[in-house]
């Protein structure tokens, strides 16, 4: 894939801005979701301090739910080792989106990886296969969910102990199917369309037998090994 031609200095802002206009529909979902973090851990122990510092160092939901439900009652080896089972989607999202920045400085790259995001790779994506994507965009649509997910989870360290069970609002509900909003209309016909359905179904298949999320990294060789077969031998008629 050939790079993209360095952007002007106009229209690097202009993306930069578009980025976190097209992010701004997908963060109250983040907040939503940040604020039964920030409730979560502190009930949980951790101090407010730690409870947003989590949030600014790591910025991965999934994996910050489940260290503060972990949290006091497993090693810290056996924590590390699952919440990076937990993001090892991150692995393919980031392979998807190489190709797209080629070239780029690796500061850049670094910067972008460390934002990515299952809503922000949607968005950025669904730019790049439109030949509209650039750099400056997809630190826009990080930055938006980047801050949207800090400033909540700090509100909801404030609100500590004045949340008695936060799950009984079907907030955790309000991430997955933001992404799946956005995901759907980038699937298409076709092999990524089976691709995308085999996956789903194997994960949600082997859920009942693996435990954390050994289910995802099945869905992930399977769904890969289908997408090969299909590439070489499956010519989509007209």
């Not at 980025?19 to 529909?25: E, I, N, Q, S, Y």
């Not at 289910?215 to 399977?222: E, T």
Request: proline share 5%.
């Amino acid at each position: 894939m050939t790079p993209a031609v360095p952007p002007t200095s106009r229209s690097s802002i202009h993306d930069f801005w578009a980025g976190l206009g097209a992010a701004a529909p997908v963060v109250p979902g983040a907040v939503a979701f940040g604020l039964v973090y920030g409730v979560l851990a502190r009930q949980a122990g951790l101090s407010l301090w730690a409870t947003t510092a989590m949030s600014v160092l790591v910025f991965a939901g999934a994996a910050q739910f489940t260290a503060v439900s972990m949290w006091g009652q497993a090693s810290p080896g056996f924590l590390i080792v699952t919440t990076l089972m937990i993001n090892l989607r991150h692995l393919l999202m980031g392979a998807s989106v190489a190709p797209h920045l080629l070239g780029q400085p690796g500061a850049w790259k670094g910067l972008l990886a460390f934002g990515l995001t299952d809503e922000s790779y949607a968005l950025a994506i669904s730019r790049y296969v439109r030949g509209e994507g650039s750099r400056e965009f997809f630190l826009g649509a990080n930055l938006g969910l980047y801050l949207g997910w800090i400033l909540s989870s700090l509100a909801g360290g404030l609100l500590g102990g004045l949340v008695v069970d936060p799950s009984r609002w079907g907030i955790a509900l309000v991430f997955p199917l933001t992404f799946l909003g956005l995901l759907v209309p980038l699937l298409g016909r076709g092999v990524t369309a089976v691709v995308a359905a085999a996956s789903g179904i194997v994960a949600v298949i082997t859920a009942v037998w693996l435990p954390g999320k050994g289910n995802l990294v099945v869905a992930i060789l399977v769904g890969s090994a289908i997408g090969a077969v299909l590439e070489t031998w499956w010519t989509p008629t007209a």
